[in-house]
């Protein structure tokens, strides 16, 4: 029952709004406007297993790069920075000046920095998605509660193991936001950095149905681009609430409280 | 002053002088040299603020002899929080020293453990009750087996071997302190502090805990220093009280708990050299709120 009433809630929505744009679109005479049959015959000719591996594929590959190399290098450098003040110092003003450049002005000097491979795009994903999550696990690595510090002190957890079993798991709730963030962040730029000097790719080939005015093709090439969305999210949803898992029942414990 | 008969006054150490940098001071009990396991001296506390120094411990000098359970009792804001980080190491003292087993205390020492106040704070919430208990060990590299051992055995001890699957936060406040005394317990400190353990528990579960404290003390032999500003409870607990002043610290007074090693909640606390030292240790800290300066009135003197 519990079930049903959950899949229920989460399919409603966007059941009404496919719903309001099969009526919409069945009276729209508009170029721009497909109508069901229309965007159905152009997804399944469309996404076929071939453009699947030459197109989705390398795409989908570079946003997985690109956020694990965010993950990692935001990680390592936050738990750095949020250890130790005098680096704080050092790195803040810096690390607000490269966040407040759009990575996208990069592309062009990436291009001729590492060429208009796979490297520049990851690169460029990396460029805008590691900022919440580093920020976030400075943030985390700071607001460290100090009596829990003072306990590991007492106790001699010391250099690694206080670093994987007091830092780590405490920094994890805002660690795991930013990682939240950086995901929608990371699939804007994987299209943005394929519309520049590319050949192939998801967002590539978004725009070229665009410029050729395939606009039930454009369309179902956005809807694949959304489903890559939640899929990610829905991937993330299940690794977070099994990794905060002790963070959320606490968190409901003090509510009922 | 005292309305004590002669032969029952407990003080061991009221009129004793110290020769300190700051004159002469009231000193706690001491020992000749290499008889304490934990000596304090002439130990200070200026916390560096931004309106200026606060003085939170002025001078403090006293022993702790080995297997002994001292209770530490003074109004709020004495400086007893401060006192303990100085002795476990995590807070360096403005002047003065602490040395464990004669050894001078700079980092937090191998063979102590502490049991904060804030037991919500002090076990780790992503850890399951055994884990807590458990990690200490694991990090020192005891091996697998005897861990397992030595954790159930602390379980056991402080009776929580129940609950070992259950994160800290799904059990009552009483039971999370449990789990504290345990990871001390299985950690096998020679010296253990405790911070006021039982400040904010519920009335019944604190006098369990207390007993469970004089059960582990007895059962291991651990030199204990219990922290608290309840003074029922420093009599009950303690074989011996350290009174401290009202801030900037110094001892007030160190007296001898000489009840019999066999407490009671019910008969202990009733008996009559129960309500005399209680009442001796109320009239200290009233003197001590009321601004009375052992130091200043040695001076005059
Ligand atoms: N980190 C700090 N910075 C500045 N002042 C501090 C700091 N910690 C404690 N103090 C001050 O030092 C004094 C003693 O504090 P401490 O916490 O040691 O007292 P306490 O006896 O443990 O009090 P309580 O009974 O409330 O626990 C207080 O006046 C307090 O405001
Ligand atoms: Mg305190």
Redesign the interface.
């Known amino acids: 029952m519990r079930f049903l009433k959950d899949f229920f809630h989460i399919i409603a929505l966007p059941a009404l709004l496919i719903v309001a744009w099969i009526v919409w679109s069945s009276q729209s005479t508009s170029f721009f406007v497909p109508t069901l049959e229309q965007m159905s015959n152009a997804f399944s000719s469309t996404w076929t297993w071939n453009r699947m591996q030459s197109d989705v594929f390398p795409s989908v590959a570079r946003l997985i790069a690109g956020l694990v190399l965010s993950i990692v290098i935001g990680i390592v450098v936050g738990l750095l920075v949020g250890s130790f003040r005098w680096l704080r110092q050092l790195m803040e003003p810096t690390m607000e000046f490269f966040r407040a450049i759009p990575p996208t002005v990069l592309i062009p000097v990436f291009m001729l920095l590492i060429g208009i491979g796979d490297d520049m795009k990851i690169a460029v994903i990396v460029l805008g998605a590691v900022w919440p999550i580093l920020l976030n696990t400075i943030e985390g690595v700071r607001s460290m509660?100090?009596?829990?510090s003072?306990?590991s002190?007492?106790?001699?957890?010391d250099g690694i193991?206080r670093i994987r079993?007091?830092i780590l798991?405490?920094a994890?709730p805002q660690i795991m936001a930013g990682i939240r963030q950086s995901l929608s962040i990371a699939l804007i730029l994987m299209v943005i950095s394929e519309m520049f000097a590319s050949s192939a790719g998801l967002g590539y080939t978004i725009i070229q149905f665009q410029r050729s005015f395939a606009i039930p093709e454009m369309w179902s090439g956005i809807v694949v681009l959304g489903l890559i969305g939640v899929i990610m999210s829905f991937i993330f949803q299940i690794v977070e609430r099994s990794v905060l898992k002790?963070?959320h029942?606490?968190r409901e414990?003090?509510n009922a409280g | 002053m005292t309305t004590q008969p002669a032969e029952h006054n407990p003080v061991i150490n009221q009129g004793s002088m110290a020769d300190t940098p700051d004159g002469q001071l009231p000193v706690g009990l001491t020992l000749p040299d290499g008889e304490a396991l934990l000596s304090v001296r002439n130990l200070k506390k200026v916390y560096q603020t931004d309106g200026g120094g606060i003085e939170a411990v002025r001078n403090l000098t006293f022993d702790l002899p080995k297997g002994e359970l001292t209770c530490l009792v003074g109004p709020s804001g004495s400086g007893k929080t401060t006192l303990l980080k100085a002795i476990s190491g995590l807070l360096e003292p403005t002047a003065g020293e602490v040395k464990l087993g004669g050894k001078l205390v700079t980092s937090p020492p191998k063979n102590m453990a502490v049991v904060f106040q804030e037991y919500g704070r002090s076990l780790y919430p992503w850890m399951r009750v055994r884990e807590n208990v458990e990690l200490p060990l694991k990090v020192q590299g005891m091996d697998k087996a005897q861990r397992d051992k030595v954790v159930d055995d602390a379980l056991e001890a402080v009776g929580l071997d129940h609950v070992p699957r259950s994160y800290p936060w799904q059990l009552s406040g009483g039971m999370q302190q449990r789990v504290a005394i345990a990871r001390a317990v299985a950690y096998q400190p020679e010296v253990l502090l405790m911070d006021e353990p039982f400040a904010a528990v519920d009335a019944q579960t604190r006098a369990d805990l207390e007993d469970l404290v004089r059960r582990v003390w007895r059962q291991l032999g651990v030199t204990i220093l219990f922290v608290t500003h309840d003074i029922d409870e420093s009599v009950y607990l303690g074989s011996r009280v350290v009174i401290l002043s009202s801030s900037p610290t110094v001892i007030q007074q160190d007296i001898k708990i000489d009840l019999p090693d066999e407490r009671d909640q019910l008969e202990t606390r009733s008996s009559q050299r129960f309500s005399e030292l209680r009442h001796h240790v109320y009239e200290q800290i009233q003197l001590a709120k009321e601004g009375f300066r052992p130091d200043a009135a040695k001076a005059q003197a």
């Open positions: 509660d100090e009596v829990l003072d306990t002190h007492t106790y001699r957890i193991a079993y007091l798991p405490s994890m002790w963070y029942g606490q414990m003090e």
